[in-house]
Structures are given as structure tokens and as C-alpha cells.
């Protein structure tokens, strides 16, 4: 089954975990993407690219040119963005990699915590809670290094808090989907409408009975 990879507007095999570390493989073949294709890959307008730039939230593109950290950091705060307000993002990531626009204290590659999210969210994008998340996480960063005492501990928190950040935004969008196309409720939605529609109306001819003169209302009521 295809899915489109959070944060991004690419689609792939769901059912092959390496599929998007293929797909990202292969974007980075010729070296570093511009601008556009940043755009392209992730749905975003090329001035939130520049501002996020701008403000510090990820090291600037050498020669006009994104790596594939870059690229994984800028699909992170896309992915998490209609989840989280944007400290809050900028909160988790600081957690796990400090300075947000130094990479030399990063203690996991953003390409490599962007994968390692993937297959999270695939092992639990149909059920919530996720069960056995805890097994999940020690299995996928099994092979992971800590560079200093208590990196993995850092690691799984912030995977923790991501995975649930994205499962409620999608969790979100579902529930608003399925109201906006549901029958009954724009059948319901109608009824209050009209029954408002009504409502005014009578309280618009009440309006205009009480402008009547007394002698000219009481002839009326007479009808």
C-alpha cells in the first residue's frame, strides 16, 4: 500500500520499509537540492523555507545548495507544524541536537531520526496508542551510537513526542474530513440554518409590528 511520507508530498511503497531511504538516496545522487526542489519535495512555499533559514532553525543551504540533513530537518518541522506551534518544535529539536543552526553538536543525524520516525509511524499509523512502543523504539535504535552518556535516552523522548505530535495532527485532519464530507452532518448543519433563517425572520416581522402605530396593530390582529 503507497503512503505519502509526513511532512513531504512524496509516495511510496508502505509495505518496504528501505523505500524511503531509497527515494532519499537517490534526490542526492548529483549532490545538494535548490530551493525549488525543496518546494517541490515538501509542499512548502519558498518564503517559509528562507524564514525558517533565516531564523535559525537549521544551518544555511552552502552555495544555495540543501544536504539531506537539511532537507530531513526542514520535512521534520513541516510534519510537526499543524501539531505543534513552532517553539515548541524548535523545543524538541534543541533536546536532541542543541544548537539549532550548528550541526557539530548534533548528537543524531536529522536524516537518520527522520528515518527511524518513519518506521515508527509505519509500525503504528493504524492503531493509538502504539503498542509496545517502548520495544519498538529499543529495536529501531539498536544500532545507534551514543556519542555521549545518555544520547538514546534523548533520542526515544523526542521520537516519543514527534510520533504522538503527528498521530493527533492526523488524527485531526481525519475527524475534520469526515465532517466535512458526512451527509448528516451538513443535512444537521442545514437544519440549523434554516432554523435560524426562521428565527430572524420572525424576529424581523416583530421588528416591523412594533413600528406599526397601536390603532393600525390592533386592526391588523383583527384579520
Not at 539531506?68 to 510537526?80: A, D, G, V, W
Not at 504522538?164 to 495532527?169: E, I
Request: glycine content about 4%; overall charge positive; hydrophobic content about 40%.
Amino acid at each position: 500500500m503507497n503512503w505519502i511520507l509526513p511532512g513531504t508530498v512524496l509516495e511510496v511503497d508502505g509495505s518496504r520499509p528501505e523505500a524511503a531511504d531509497e527515494l532519499f538516496s537517490s534526490l542526492f545522487v548529483t549532490g545538494g537540492l535548490v530551493l525549488s526542489q525543496v518546494c517541490q519535495i515538501t509542499g512548502l512555499e519558498p518564503y517559509a523555507v528562507q524564514n525558517w533559514v533565516k531564523r535559525g532553525f537549521l544551518a544555511p543551504p552552502v552555495k544555495k545548495k540543501y544536504n539531506r540533513r537539511q532537507l530531513s530537518r526542514i520535512i521534520i518541522i513541516n510534519m510537526l507544524k499543524t501539531a505543534l506551534p513552532m517553539e515548541s518544535i524548535c523545543r524538541i529539536l534543541s533536546y536532541v541536537n542543541g544548537q539549532l543552526d550548528d550541526e557539530s553538536d548534533d548528537i543524531i543525524d536529522d536524516s537518520v531520526m527522520y528515518l527511524i520516525f518513519l518506521r515508527l509511524a509505519a509500525a503504528n499509523r493504524d492503531t493509538w496508542p502504539p503498542r509496545g512502543l517502548q520495544e519498538t523504539l529499543d529495536a529501531v535504535l539498536s544500532g545507534y551510537q551514543e556519542p555521549c552518556p545518555g544520547a538514546r535516552h534523548r533520542v526515544a523522548d523526542a521520537l516519543e513526542v514527534m510520533l504522538t505530535a503527528w498521530f493527533s495532527s492526523q488524527l485531526r485532519r481525519s475527524k475534520c474530513s469526515s465532517w466535512a464530507f458526512n451527509p448528516a452532518a451538513h443535512s444537521f448543519k442545514k437544519r440549523r440554518y434554516a432554523h435560524g433563517k426562521r428565527n430572524l425572520s420572525l424576529d424581523a416581522r416583530w421588528r416591523r409590528w412594533e413600528k406599526i402605530p397601536p390603532q393600525e396593530a390592533q386592526r391588523k390582529a383583527s384579520w
